[in-house]
């Protein structure tokens, strides 16, 4: 059963910088595909990035060029740089991954964490 446990979350000034990181266990085959995403108070889930078994990345036009998706293998973890945040990257951030789909579209992803808070003051 895959395990995603997710920690780097907190609190920054807007242009500040924070990263967050997806510990990955409990796994026979490594997922196809590990993601961020991310959900604030009554809004819906939406992918923040992607990565795949290739190393191809895919990320949410409102973060290019201010995050980046990145992952160590030998260390089963997914990480998320994050710089340049601004209040509306305030939400809960969820690592998530899946064996078939690599998607921006939560409800392609199979295996989640329990999330982490990001929380930007103006």
């Known amino acids: 059963q895959v395990q995603l446990v997710e920690s780097g979350g907190g609190s920054v000034q807007a242009g500040g910088s924070l990263r967050l990181s997806c510990a990955l266990s409990?796994?026979?085959?490594?997922?196809?595909?590990m993601g961020w995403f991310r959900q604030a108070p009554g809004k819906e889930r939406e992918g923040v990035a992607t990565?795949?078994?290739?190393?191809?990345?895919r990320y949410v036009d409102s973060v290019k060029g201010r995050f980046t998706i990145s992952k160590d293998n030998a260390k089963n973890t997914l990480y998320l740089q994050m710089n340049s945040l601004k209040p509306e990257d305030t939400a809960m951030y969820y690592c998530?991954?899946?064996?078939?789909?690599?998607?921006?579209?939560?409800?392609?992803?199979?295996?989640w964490g329990q999330g982490t808070q990001v929380t930007v003051s103006s």
């Open positions: 998530a991954a899946d064996y078939i789909y690599c998607s921006m579209n939560p409800r392609h992803m199979h295996y």
């Open positions: 409990g796994y026979t085959y490594r997922p196809f595909c």
């Open positions: 990565i795949d078994s290739g190393d191809s990345t």
